[in-house]
């Protein structure tokens, strides 16, 4: 089921994260609920730091209840406390200008932690680009952390979550709009760029969809708060899943590859637990239903028809009885004929055994994407 897995020992890579608004604290909680973070720590040379940045502390007390909890999981295992750096900054509403300067001190403590390690280091600044505070600050915060001198074994990967159709006045906002201009220069320029590792664009309508198409118990208001919920998590963990992955291999690689560009991190879910088809009925249903959604990669990547690429990397989960092999071959031929450019033959897949039976899903790797590829930019 799972991809072979190399023999040789993998040196460790420190994976660090800042978040920035309520999206940007979602991937913050992603990173500190993997397990694979906690086992680099165990390495001599290794350290972990995580920044929270919103404007009021409502939306940050779920991540720094991870971040403490993180600490007690360290000190059970004799690991010690000053390989693991957390802080949150609270901004004060109002003038946006002055935010930069609220956050300077707390970003020189945390590339302080960054620089500390003796090993290779991505530091992601994810947000959400539809909301105010990330979207006005991911490339503020990634150029005053580049100043701060992190050295050639750290590259600096920016994070941005696209909005979704259930996002209402948030979905393809003004806001939105701006920042994929300033992040599309930016990623084009060869002078002032921070994204050093390359800024990651990532689509959520899919995940959005396949929750929504069967969900329509309870209260509407209740519904919509609880699965945009749902979806910001399932997609921010998928991300940091792949982010640790075999010692964080699979992101080096794209971040040697492919930084300084914009990227396509795409996550397409095929099934959801309880909904269209459950436990125990027949396997061609869970066929159909998979293939199915797989069916509606090219409808919600967000993706304009236009886009071609050099090269495809997927990553693709399923439970161990649901023909994974298979699952792969119909979405490589989705792929392929709808986004590779002709002659090229850049195409990987990478297969992983999922703990959730009834849970599927893909990450899509696509490089080299402009602001006018995107269905969402306006």
Partial sequence: MTDTKSNIAV?????????????????????????????NLVNEG??????????????????????????????????PADRFNHESVVLAPGDASKRLDDVRVSLERFAKGVKSSKHQSTVFIACGLAGKTGSSMVVDVARELAKLDLGSNVLITGVGQLSHSGDGEYCNSAA?????????????SSDNNPFSGGFLVVPTEHSWQRLTAYTSTGVKEVRQ??????????????????????GATHLARLTRDHGGKCNMFGIA?????????????????????LQQWISFVPEYSGLKQAFKTDSIEVH????????????????KEVLLSNYMKANSTAYEAHKNEF???????ATI??????????TSYN
């Fill in 355 to 361: 703990f959730d039976e009834l849970t599927s899903y």
């Fill in 11 to 39: 040196e460790p890579h420190c994976v660090h994260v800042i978040g920035i608004g309520r999206t940007g604290a979602v991937y913050v909680e992603a990173l500190l609920r993997t397990g694979e973070v906690e086992d």
């Fill in 269 to 289: 879910k095929f099934s959801h637990p309880g909904v269209q088809v459950l436990p125990g009925q027949a396997r061609s249903i869970w066929d159909a239903a």
């Fill in 176 to 188: 939105q709009t701006a920042v994929l201009d300033k992040i599309d220069a930016v990623c084009k």
């Fill in 46 to 79: 290794t350290t972990f730091s995580t920044l929270l940045v919103d404007v009021g502390d409502g939306d940050i007390q779920v991540a720094n209840d991870y971040a403490r909890s993180f600490k007690t999981r360290m000190a059970s295992r004799g690991i």
């Fill in 316 to 331: 693709i989960y399923a439970a161990r009885d649901m023909r994974i092999d298979v699952m792969e071959e119909q979405l």
């Fill in 225 to 246: 708060q609880f699965k945009q919920m749902v979806t910001n998590r399932f997609v921010a963990d998928s991300f940091m899943r792949w982010a640790v992955s075999d």
């Fill in 365 to 374: 790797i696509m490089p080299n994407v402009g602001k006018n590829d995107l």
